[in-house]
Structure formats: C-alpha cells, structure tokens
C-alpha cells in the first residue's frame, strides 16, 4: 500500500446470532395453523437463512422443548445477539430470563402469534421489558425483521462483538 492510499479501519467480523426457538415449535405447520400459519420450522428458517447470507450474518438455530436445554444452549456464549421466541415459556419461565440476563447478550423477541390478544395468561410476559425489541403477530416475517433489526444495530456499533468461544464453563 503506498502512503497516499487512504487507510481503512479494519474490517469488524461478521455478527453471529442464535435463533433459539421453545417449546413446540418444532411442530409449526400442523401445530395450530389458524394461530401461528402453515410454515413449518424447517421453512422458517430456511428464510432466515436467505435474509442472513443477504445481510452477511451468521445465525445458528436451537429448538427444544426443554428449559433446561435452552437455557444450556445460550450459557455457551458463542454468539453476539440471539432471536428468541420463547413460545410458552415466555409466560412462565423465571429461569430463562435470568440466563439471558446472565449472558449479557441482546436479544429480539419474536412470536408468531400476538399474545396480547389471547387468552389472559399469555398477557404475563418474563420476557418482554429485558428484550431489545419485540416483534409480535407478525408469523415468519417476525423473525426476518428481528435479523434486519439486530444487523442495523450490529452496523451502528450497537452490540458488543463477543470471543468467539464461550466465556465461561465450568468443565
Ligand atoms: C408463541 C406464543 C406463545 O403464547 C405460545 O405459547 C407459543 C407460541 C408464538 O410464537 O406466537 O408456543 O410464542
């Protein structure tokens, strides 16, 4: 490089996300389709896929229908931002909110359905005033939003860029 050339600040790494998805999820596209739509998990996120290698995102996805896996799951600390649909445990789920306090990692939640205008017990959220942003009702385009949303704040600088392995074990 010669010295009139202008200097470019160093390329940052590309942001990692974690698309951790709760209890039953695993059954979209028979579970329910008047309420959370025809697309399976599968389709899902093969879209959030697509729109990640568009934005130049890396994401990994994690289902289960265990607390304690999910919570497992985000202690390994290997991402900088995660997509959390929490499904039910979002209404019930003490545990789960204090481990994503405890990774010190944003978050968007997502769910398929708006639970607000459900039944009662939905209206209790563990999630909802830790969560960076929200996208409720809104099926798949949800999670396709919450990537578009955790990239511009990745661009601006907004989320910390984590080691890339886990901070912390205790093995
Ligand atoms: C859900 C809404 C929750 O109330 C419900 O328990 C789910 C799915 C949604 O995506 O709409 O399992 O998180």
């Not at 385009?141 to 600088?157: D, S």
């Amino acid at each position: 490089m010669s010295a009139t050339e202008p200097t470019r600040p160093a390329a940052r790494r590309v942001l990692r996300v974690l698309v951790l998805n709760g209890p039953n999820l695993n059954l979209l596209g028979t579970r329910e389709p008047a309420i959370y739509g025809r697309e399976t998990l599968d389709e899902i996120n093969a879209g959030i896929a697509a729109s990640a290698a568009e934005l130049d995102v890396m994401v990994t996805f994690f289902q289960s229908n265990h607390e304690g896996a999910l919570i497992d799951r985000l202690h390994a600390r290997d991402f900088d931002a995660a997509i959390v649909n929490a499904a039910g445990l979002t209404h019930t789920s003490v545990s789960l909110r204090d481990a994503l306090l405890a990774v010190e990692r944003p978050f968007v939640e997502v769910h398929l359905s708006d639970p607000s205008t459900r039944e009662p017990f939905r209206r209790v959220n563990f999630l909802e005033d830790i969560a960076a942003a929200r996208f409720v009702g809104l099926h798949a385009r949800g999670y396709t939003l919450a990537l578009e949303e955790l990239a511009r704040r990745w661009a601006a600088g907004l989320i910390p860029a984590h080691a890339g392995d886990a901070e912390a074990s205790n093995g």
